[in-house]
């Protein structure tokens, strides 16, 4: 099966080579990733042979749930290098940011000579993965090395899973080559024993999402400080924050937008589009309809934009954001593709809308609505009448706005449970008595 996978893997990207040309010329991606997701690391990478930590993040909201883990890692286990990977460069341009880790690195096509490769220069005696991220030929040949793995903050969506089901039998033999499944919840949990993971190695952990996020009053670093410098803004004029949005949003938001100026004619929109690859098709948008627009990277510092809508044209600065909101839209929700993180607005207490496809965030914004700390809306006119009716309601703001941060606060400690988890599969030195996690 292993043979077919790779053959099929290999098949595909002589199909896809086309375009990954094309996104090379057009967006200039993957031209200087290239070599290390193909196992050539720098020279000065892992220069003494070290063994290590390796984290896998694919991308910006794993790499920040990832985050929640190092400095208890790089305490637990001073003897071993922490590394962290990641499949798209956004992330990557986060990871960089982490304090206690040795180096961050793209992730290897899963083919066995460029796994391999990453392999013996990283020389992981632990290989973490965060959320949904099975590779076979990679997990395949960690098992053959004696490499420890674990699926941290492990989640299988309801979209997914019916996927994952129609190969179950390969599945299976791929899930046997991992040592961990800490799961968000139980509903992921029983599907992934159901694809045909051990349950003994099956726990539940909770996720991991709620213990990266900072509490308000501790968002006080620089880069809290350096957004916040943007956007010197008056307590009397709503700011709307469209959040990760993908193409097919931002017309609907730009029209409650121009319902919300009928009556709050200095409302401020900020869009930020979920690629960086689509900030021009957004700006083109907003201009489309007659407003004065600029790019977040074009404002003046200590100054108010002297704007209608901003374009948030940069990496990692959305999460401090937030906190100037007076209501945010979470996008990919309204567009079928199965919604975005709803956590880091409701940590800052803000009122949180999003759309009808949200099964990629299934168990959490079903908990968010089951305790009235979001609003769920169907479509672009019910998006319309729910913004209107918010910015002009600062009562009902304040009481979904505090019931989100409550439920953030109410389900921290997958942190603790997490950790435990890999100190049962790998006991920190002095501590190879470690009592085992129990669910």
């Known amino acids: 099966m292993h043979l077919l996978y790779t053959l099929a893997i290999v098949l595909l990207a002589v199909v896809l ?16 990733s290239l070599a290390q997701r193909m196992g050539y690391l720098p020279v000065t990478f892992n220069f003494d042979g070290d063994e290590s930590i390796w984290i896998h993040a694919v991308s910006v909201g794993e790499a920040l749930t990832a985050r929640a883990l190092i400095a208890d890692l790089r305490e637990r286990y001073p003897e071993l290098r922490l590394f962290v990977s990641t499949t798209t460069l956004t992330g990557q341009q986060i990871a960089r940011t982490f304090h206690g880790v040795d180096a961050v690195f793209f992730f290897p096509f899963d083919w066995p000579p460029f796994v391999n490769r990453t392999l013996r220069l990283v020389k992981p005696r632990l290989f973490i993965m965060m959320e949904t991220e099975i590779w076979p030929n990679l997990l395949r040949a960690c098992r053959a090395r004696g490499v420890k793995t674990m699926l941290v903050n492990g989640r299988i969506s309801s979209r997914s899973y019916p996927r994952y089901r129609l190969a179950r039998a390969f599945f299976k033999s791929v899930l046997a080559d991992v040592d961990r499944f800490c799961m968000q919840s139980e509903e992921s949990a029983r599907r992934i024993v ?12 909770g996720s991991l999402k709620f213990e990266s996020l900072d509490a308000p009053g501790a968002v006080t670093g620089r880069g809290a400080a350096r957004v916040q410098r943007y956007f010197r803004i008056p307590a009397s004029r709503p700011v709307i924050i469209a959040a990760s949005t993908l193409k097919g949003e931002e017309a609907p938001v730009l029209a409650a937008f121009a319902a919300v100026r009928r009556a709050q004619p200095t409302a401020l929109l900020v869009i930020a589009p979920r690629k960086p690859e689509r900030f021009a098709d957004a700006e083109a948008l907003a201009r489309g309809e007659g407003l004065r627009v600029v790019k977040r990277t074009e404002l003046a510092v200590d ?15 959305l999460a401090h954001l937030f906190q100037v909101a ?16 709803i956590l880091e607005p409701a940590v800052h207490g803000k009122p949180i809308i ?22 769920q809306v ?52 002095g501590r190879r008595g470690v009592i085992p996690f129990r669910r």
């Open 354 to 375: 999003f759309g009808p496809h949200m099964q990629n965030f299934a168990e959490i914004a079903d908990t968010f609505l089951r305790s009235q700390a979001a609003i």
């Open 194 to 205: 159901d694809i045909g993971a051990d349950p003994q190695r099956v726990i539940v952990t």
């Open 303 to 317: 100054a108010e934009p002297r704007a209608d809508v901003v374009i948030l044209d940069t990496i990692g600065e």
């Open 17 to 32: 080579s086309p375009w990954f040309v094309y996104q090379a010329i057009r967006y200039r991606k993957y031209i200087g």
């Open 378 to 429: 169907p479509g672009p006119a019910e998006l319309t009448a729910t913004i209107v009716r918010l910015i002009g309601d600062p009562v009902e703001r304040a009481r979904l706005g505090a019931a989100a941060r409550a439920l953030v606060e109410a389900n921290r400690g997958a942190k603790p449970r997490t950790l435990a988890a890999i100190g049962d599969l790998m006991p920190p030195p």
């Open 326 to 341: 007076t209501v945010v839209f979470v996008g990919g929700s309204l567009v079928d593709q199965g919604g975005h993180n």
